[in-house]
């Protein structure tokens, strides 16, 4: 038995939690509690579901002093920020219920008995159902919201798939009290029992993906591992769905007309998102698209000088530190050049760097370090010399989360730049920085692959409750048979589809 | 270069064709030509791809004698079921077009800007948008609705994604002349040159799935095809998703009231349906849950005389024939035992097979045979005893496209037999047969693995649309630069979700 460690970053101390790390026979039995929860869960009243949400997030919020402390402890992260994280995971919990009771996500469709030119078509009632137990695995960098009580756990609650969550190693103590508070609502609103676990180590998520009874994954996690679970959820004898989030470089463009009216905004704006956490974002600008020529100097000189006042950070723990150190490491041995590159930091301990270069070498094959993400606070500029220099290196880019663009009101590039963007990633930044992911009904936060592992799905917002459903569809099914919300007299008030008609909520 | 080759199952005739088997250069121009068209596609306006789709529908119309005529004799399938499935497919274009022109599969949704409990909100429109130049593979049994001019091409150009066509071997010459009335259909409403390709061969499918240009693929056939192709996309150096519509055993249940009060009128159904187009339709139901007992007696005997007056069928080819006449002799050699059991036929001729056996056996684990889809006019019968022998038996099937049910009004074994088949299929039929698929928005057509490769998506109805699609978030981006479907004035007057609340079309 592995008894579980939490490190704090900053100090380096150590300290055993009471649990150990769970055993491929802990995680098969979560699973296959989750799993007999799974008929009982995806019957409830939906009114019933959006309370066990919101009473998840007032559990949360009780405990918020406690929650934020440990978290501080094990991701030295500011507690300002970790105060609004944990704000936000409970803003997201009581959204998903708003989510719930909208209940336009079972997108109920009901085609009446017809005679088609087809001849007789029979009813069909098409509804979506929740998958069943699914797994989630909380990342490192959100130790609220991308973690044990984050948007993965609630949309896939949210869609009435019991929960198995795989605690991340970098905030054991965080993970298992956000955990606990998960259980008090459940508990108080009656939930049925083995809705929720919780599993400890590595050798738990990959017996996680493995478990028979977990129906999808989701993920937000770096590539390596992404894809290393994404594999082996593909090798299961019965494969599932896999969501993985695994973030991107995250190209911003600055065009010359923006550069030349606002260096002074854009460059603090650049350095600010690209440090935001360390760095330490999925949606941090990695690569930064500046025109050759004076305006442009004046806008790397403006990032630089913002740089530059910054201290050090501590990182969210020493493996990612050193990850980073050999990320600074592989772009110093490039052609890039270094614009500031201050003292590489030991242990969890790490300072800002930006390097920057030229189109041509950032396209070169060989210099494949520059176009990878580099999780921490670092960034690349590289310096563009024309519209076609500028659209080449964007095409060399990878796919990615989020495309920034900074132009002028009426700017020439705007179209062409927007477009290429919306071609190679999920959510467009016009005059904004990527970092800030707002939990709303329109946020996408997935992109093309490599950035995620499934373009068509979103981790955050509305959107995010679709990856844990599959329609049904009944056919000449009689009301006393058919779920509540295919009900011919729509006892749930729902808006659907009839006849072809969208009818909103009556 | 390898002659493409038309043969007529009836006959064994064989007939060259004027084409060659596509090359591999040849197949990476067709996906090259469209991706360069998608830019172009993806931007005409809705009512231009609707008139397109129409456009399409009314060239095959034009030329119906013809096609049916070569599908007749390349297929060896009746001239009525040809012809009814020419206007089937004809009528799918027209229903994708009604799809686009209502819009909502672009799920426009808008969060105008605000100060929510986290801060300040920036405004977030969200649109799908095409995912670029996709493959489709044509099937054998259907040469209309699932091949050339079937569901995967109509609602992949619905979605705007220019499609690269790889043709089914056993029908060549129909695939050849549908394309060219797509194509005629493409022509006259201008659209882009390269939005559709055809190509041939068996190694054209491999290098359609490995065209790095090529974005997605749909495959409707057989789950060792399938589970081929669906690895190679996975194995790409940007894996692409895979939609394959794999088949499946599909159970249908008689409840004992069912049996006791129609087993005249169910068994000769059942007998129509298993056998309906030679039994190769993969909503074929191929277990047939019948009570032990005198009612169930009644039953199969009535399938066994409906079986028994029928002629032998010629299959769509020699190898469909031959590989159904493997399925026959595994099943022979297990221990259930025939009940009809006919001429096993030569080349491409067959003769329909029922076979019975009891639930122990049915679950044995060595039994496999009896369990997996056998492509042709058999079934095999299992005789339950109980609520739980049948209930083990329906969980020892493979989830499947449909799950049948035969009851009686009130009958008390409906709703725990429909609370399984909605665990384990896509589509749920009450006292009804599962071959016949409609046209509509309320069809799901696709279940779990092993039927399908992705259970959330369908391959026919309008949410068949939703698999060429992703989603992509403008972030504070005025209306100039919006595409017009998230423009403030909702100038292609759409149904939207705005600030959380739906509209209808306005």
Redesign the interface.
């Known amino acids: 038995m592995t008894t579980v460690t939490s490190t704090n970053p900053s100090s380096g101390a150590q300290r055993d939690l009471a649990m150990s790390e769970s055993t491929d026979a802990d995680v098969l039995e979560a699973a296959r509690r989750a799993a007999n929860a799974a008929?009982d869960f995806a019957h409830r009243p939906l009114m019933w579901r959006a309370g066990l949400l919101q009473a998840m997030a007032e559990e949360l919020e009780a405990d918020a002093a406690n929650l934020v402390a440990l978290a501080h402890e094990e991701t030295a992260l500011p507690l300002p920020r970790l105060e609004?994280e944990l704000?936000?995971t409970a803003?997201q919990l009581r959204f998903f219920a708003?989510v719930i009771k909208?209940g336009?996500f079972l997108d109920p469709?009901?085609?009446h008995a017809v005679d088609?030119?087809?001849?007789p078509?029979?009813d069909?009632?098409?509804v979506r159902?929740p998958?069943?137990a699914v797994g989630v695995f909380g990342s490192s960098n959100f130790p609220f919201a991308f973690s044990v009580p984050g948007g993965d756990t609630a949309s896939a609650l949210a869609a009435g798939c019991p929960v198995v969550i795989k605690a991340h190693p970098a905030h054991p103590a965080t993970s298992q009290a956000a955990f606990d508070a998960l259980v008090r609502g459940a508990r108080r609103t009656e939930a049925p029992e083995g809705l929720l676990s919780l599993v400890f180590g590595f050798a738990a998520g990959t017996a996680l993906v493995d478990a028979p009874q977990i129906c999808a994954v989701g993920f937000t996690g770096s590539v390596g591992a992404g894809l290393a679970l994404w594999e082996r959820a593909?090798a299961r004898s019965?494969?599932?769905?896999f969501f993985g989030e695994l973030g991107s470089a995250n190209p911003l463009v600055v065009t010359t007309s923006a550069a030349s009216e606002r260096s002074g905004e854009i460059g603090s704006g650049i350095a600010g998102s690209m440090t935001l956490g360390a760095g330490q974002f999925c949606t941090k600008p990695g690569l930064i698209f500046v025109p050759a020529g004076e305006a442009g100097d004046v806008l790397v000189a403006a990032i630089v000088a913002s740089l530059e006042e910054l201290d050090g950070f501590t990182m969210l723990s020493t493996g990612i530190a050193d990850h980073f150190r050999r990320g600074v490491d592989a772009i110093a041995s490039t052609s890039a050049h270094a614009l500031v590159q201050r003292d590489k930091g030991e242990s969890a301990h790490a300072s800002c760097q930006l390097f920057e270069v030229d189109g041509e070498s950032f396209r070169s094959p060989g210099a494949y370090a520059l176009r990878e993400e580099c999780f921490g606070p670092l960034a690349l500029v590289i310096r563009y010399q024309s519209e076609e220099d500028l659209r080449d290196s964007l095409n060399a880019t990878e796919p990615a989360l989020t495309f920034s663009l900074f132009g002028v009101d009426g700017d020439p590039d705007?179209?062409w730049l927007?477009?290429l963007g919306?071609?190679r990633?999920?959510?467009?930044?016009?005059?904004?920085f990527p970092t800030g992911v707002?939990?709303?009904?329109?946020?996408?936060h997935?992109g093309?692959?490599?950035s995620t592992?499934?373009?068509?799905a979103?981790s955050v917002?509305?959107?995010a409750i679709?990856r844990w459903?599959?329609?049904?569809?009944?056919?000449?099914?009689?009301d006393t048979?058919l779920p509540p919300s295919l009900q011919e007299s729509n006892p749930l008030a729902l808006?659907r589809?009839v006849d072809?008609v969208?009818?909103?909520?009556s």
């Open positions: 008929d609004g704000r936000r803003f708003d909208d336009s469709t009901i085609d088609s030119p087809m001849g078509l029979p069909l009632r098409r159902v998958l069943g593909n019965v494969p599932i769905p705007a179209s927007l477009s919306a071609q990633a999920g959510r467009l930044i016009l005059n904004g707002g939990v709303s009904w329109s946020m996408q997935g093309p692959w490599p592992t499934n373009a068509a979103t917002g509305a959107g679709e459903l599959r329609p049904v569809t009944y056919q000449s099914v009689p048979l808006s589809r072809g969208w009818s909103p909520r």
